[in-house]
């Protein structure tokens, strides 16, 4: 199950190639990006196994077609990354944004509101136990008619649960990106501050990239790459940031498994007890779930080896109750 994010913004604000920058620029409609984590390179150094198996966020690039037939493809996200054009003639990144949270709004209020006529009829056939789904209906429309996005609305996690069938875009963890041009590169100047600070108050991260730059990078090899970001004062690859943004914001942790053939990242949601995580390895294992031995990168770099650590009697033991941390090292005990 890896995470999912969808590219969303108006035409021309590079999100095509933002796309190809991210997942290579063969690629069409859909692809896949590694998360980037030194802390799986430091445990690939430490173990040596035969593969190193990074965690992905798989992406999806805006398709040709209507508004809402662009929207539409970013109902089956998990995330939502909303592009902004700040190069080229008269940038107006803050005005996209505006534009784009505005036509989430729509499309969500169109949906809310054929769901209200619905469960209306509903409950004057005598169906009274929708009244609490009303309820939450309700103050969803509210809320939409002022412009707002869903995200922002203050819903307890099971009147949340309430709408998701509906499939609404616009309480969807969001990351903005503001593309530009290289001369707004590190920071993207007093365009992206306003940017930030709109996209702050709507419950999203912002990033500065220049795509075109970034498809221009990866192209380049590893050393040429570096020299070139550092002309640019680019402290770390755009894409990384961007990839990590969108894992944080699609509320995931990761944590590692680290054997012989295979040192591995695991996507996990945040919080998440043990047999689920123990799920996300193989899907019997949520159900065989004896105990998991955990140790943490450091202790296992120090150490070399699951084994040696295991020898030593130096694997916490955890059971059901047990929530996954980010940076856990984990073996799962299972029954058959
Ligand atoms: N200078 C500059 N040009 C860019 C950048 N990103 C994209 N472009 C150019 O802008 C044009 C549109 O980029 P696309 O990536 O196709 O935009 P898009 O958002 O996919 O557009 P639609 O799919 O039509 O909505 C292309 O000519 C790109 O080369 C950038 O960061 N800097
Ligand atoms: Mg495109």
Known sequence: MPVSVALVG?????????????VGAG???????????HRLQRLAEAVGPRRVVHAQVRVVDAPPGSRAQRIAAAREADV???????????PDPLGELQGIDLDLVLADLASVEKRIEVVGREMRAGRKER????EVLERA????????VLRTLDLEPEERARLAPLFLVSDRPGVVVVNVSDDLLPDGGGLADRVRSLAGQRGCRTLVVDAQLELELGELDAVDAGQLRQTYRLAEGGLEAVARAVWDAGGLITFFTAGEPEVRAWPCPRGAPAP??????????????????????????EAGSMEALRAAGRLRVEGRDYRVRDGDVVFFRVGR
Request: aromatic fraction near 6%.
């Open 141 to 148: 429309r509210a809320h939409l008619d002022t412009g707002q």
């Open 80 to 90: 939502v990354l909303e592009v902004l054009r700040a190069f080229g003639p008269d």
């Open 276 to 301: 689920l995580a123990a799920g996300v390895v193989h899907s019997d294992f949520e159900r065989l779930f004896i105990r998991a031995e955990v140790t943490s990168v450091d202790e296992l770099v």
């Open 10 to 22: 108006p035409q021309g604000s590079g999100k095509t190639t933002l796309f190809h920058a991210l």
């Open 27 to 37: 690629a069409e409609g859909v692809g896949m990006v590694d998360v980037p984590d």
């Open 131 to 134: 009244v609490a789904e009303l």
